[in-house]
């Protein structure tokens, strides 16, 4: 379903009345579909936006259980306050909502094309589909550009609308009428019709007193009042559209919300996961910039120049390309701490979910057993856990190590993950990333300890440059610091220890493991006395050779399914530079 200017003009006449001066009590978002109730002497109503179309009604539809971030900045900006004023942008398909105190909210409704923004004097504070196009920007804190629009018909004078025809006398006149007026082609074919004007008839054909009639035929059409109720038609056709889905297929379709439970569950853990992932983004993004952003907290001159919130006391920039909400009245370190305290939550919620989940498919497996077999209920994914995105293994004894990849991890790893409980390590050699052992102090045994040390140095350049033996130190994460001495600049990835390095010796040197049920590749000092394992040390062997001789010698150590099932990519994954050499 989309709507034409001339339906949304009739709407807009026909609903003004009431928009004004209603109140926005709350807002949810369904795809691209805004929905916002909206409540006036005594009556409530939801207004549907989309950048198909445009309803007030009083049917419900499911809401879904965590907004999306686009809708919680309209919440924080315009939910509570009053429409002021409704209208549309030279007669094309784009609507404004003028809302207290100097806010709009612009629907361009041109299908997939459209877009959802909201402005404050001009300046975008929320964008549903961030565009960057030729002619003008759709993005947070840009100036709000309109789109080029026709010439509007109540505008127009009629010696100017045939001035705008007569321009181009061999084009079709229906064709030209849609294309520079924006007229519905229905609307044109009637007023053109009435006065004597055939479909396919060229403008040259067609007499000047002819192009007068259809000049007010047509403006008359936009002035006059329609018999027709507008938007009845539109919430018939929509809500027809969303039971056609439910009939066709139960899984959810673009313009409904799932219609069961356990669906709106799922979609709420899915939410909330991605939620996670971008706070944790946002989280990488300020730790990567704390030195420019504890300097611009500190200075309220260069503060005055970006979008404050003084209610809340929040600034909002962009780092990277990407939007960050800080507060201004905290340092660096207490706004981390708030994101995190935000991840913790949300990943509490998603405990909850899962609980409410595993109940009900309970409850369905108990109603739908019509059998003695019992059911097997679908285990509900794992969010994935933060140390997943670096490389990873736990020790003999249980403890977590984990170390980075490249500078930009390594500035994640130290900043985000470093707690005083842990134990850092690094080479003597440049070109090595960080490692933590996590909650470790005072508590690892020294088998702990050389497994991460042997773990960090393997995954050094050491390999690269097929070194047999490299030193590795570690110390305690109060030595690490990212203040450089005076006249000295630190790096990206790096950090300046101080005081006493505890400094080890250890081979460059990997187990290829059947280990737990499953096969692993981990520092070879873990599984020195493990009888099912193959030494890798550096090397220039690689792919599949270097496979190949891996299960040469583990056919003897290990069962003949364990070597079918093996998974090849894993292994040259976690093996440095995807080279070695089988000891």
């Known amino acids: 379903m989309e709507l034409t200017s001339y339906d949304l003009h009739h709407w807009i006449k026909q609903n003004k009345q009431w928009l004004e001066g209603a109140k926005i009590e709350k807002i949810w978002q369904v795809n691209d579909t805004i929905i916002m109730r909206l409540y006036k002497q005594g009556e409530k109503q939801n207004l549907y936006i989309s950048p198909s179309i445009i309803l007030l009604s009083k049917k419900e539809v499911e809401k879904p259980l965590y907004p999306p971030s686009f809708v919680m900045r309209l919440r924080k900006f315009i939910q509570g306050r009053k429409i002021e004023g409704i209208s549309m942008q030279e007669l094309d398909r784009v609507v404004e909502i003028s809302i207290k105190p100097s806010y709009k909210l612009i629907a361009e409704m041109l299908h997939t094309r459209g877009n959802i923004l909201l402005l404050e004097n001009n300046k975008i504070l929320a964008v549903m589909h961030p565009k960057n196009l030729k002619d003008r920007q759709l993005k947070i804190h840009k100036d709000y550009q309109e789109m080029a629009h026709p010439h509007n018909i109540l505008k127009t004078t009629k010696q100017d609308f045939i001035s705008i025809l007569r321009e181009q006398e061999e084009e079709i006149i229906t064709r030209k009428i849609i294309k520079s007026f924006g007229i519905p082609k229905k609307i044109v074919l009637e007023k053109e019709q009435e006065c004597g004007i055939e479909e396919k008839q060229l403008i040259k054909q067609v007499q000047d007193k002819n192009l007068e009639c259809l000049y007010e035929k047509l403006k008359n059409a936009y002035e006059q009042d329609l018999k027709e109720e507008i938007n009845s038609k539109i919430e018939q056709e929509f809500f027809a559209e969303i039971e056609e889905a439910q009939k066709k297929d139960h899984e959810p379709v673009k313009t409904k919300i799932p219609s069961s439970k356990k669906q709106s569950i799922e979609n709420a853990i899915k939410k909330l996961q991605q939620e996670i992932e971008n706070i944790q983004k946002t989280a990488e993004l300020i730790s990567m910039h704390t030195a420019y952003l504890e300097e611009l907290l500190s200075n309220p001159e260069k503060l005055k120049s970006y979008s404050l919130d003084k209610k809340n006391k929040t600034i909002t920039l962009e780092l990277e390309g990407k939007e960050v909400v800080l507060r201004y009245d905290l340092n660096i370190y207490q706004n981390l701490n708030l994101i995190y305290q935000r991840i913790k939550k949300y990943k509490a919620r998603i405990q909850e979910l899962e609980k409410k989940m595993q109940k009900i498919e309970q409850e369905q497996e108990k109603s739908n057993n019509q059998s003695n077999k019992p059911r097997v209920l679908q285990q509900q994914s794992k969010p994935k856990q933060w140390y997943e995105k670096f490389r990873w293994f736990k020790t003999t004894n249980g403890f977590l190590c984990v170390a980075a990849k490249d500078a930009t991890t390594n500035e994640i790893l130290i900043k985000k993950h470093m707690e005083k409980d842990d134990l850092v390590f690094h080479t003597l050699e440049p070109g090595s990333p960080f490692a933590l052992l996590k909650n470790a102090r005072d508590k690892a045994q020294e088998q702990d300890i050389l497994e991460c040390a042997q773990f960090l140095i393997c995954y050094s350049k050491l390999w690269k440059a097929e070194v047999a033996m490299?030193?590795?130190?570690?110390?305690?994460?109060?030595?690490?610091?990212?203040?450089?001495?005076?006249?000295?600049?630190?790096?990206?990835?790096?950090?300046?220890?101080?005081?006493?390095?505890?400094?080890?010796?250890?081979?460059?040197?990997?187990?290829?493991?059947?280990?737990e049920g499953k096969i692993e590749v981990a520092p070879f000092v873990k599984h020195a006395t493990n009888k099912a394992r193959v030494a890798i040390v550096p090397g220039s062997t690689r792919g599949k050779e270097l496979i190949k001789q891996i299960k040469e010698k583990l056919k003897n150590k290990v069962k003949k399914e364990v070597l079918e099932d093996l998974d090849e990519q894993y292994i040259l994954a976690h093996i440095p530079y995807n080279k070695g050499h089988v000891r």
């Not at 000295?488 to 250890?506: A, D, S, T």
């Open 470 to 515: 490299g030193e590795v130190f570690y110390v305690y994460p109060e030595q690490v610091s990212k203040e450089a001495p005076s006249g000295e600049y630190m790096g990206k990835g790096m950090f300046m220890i101080r005081g006493k390095r505890n400094i080890l010796k250890m081979p460059l040197e990997l187990a290829v493991a059947y280990h």
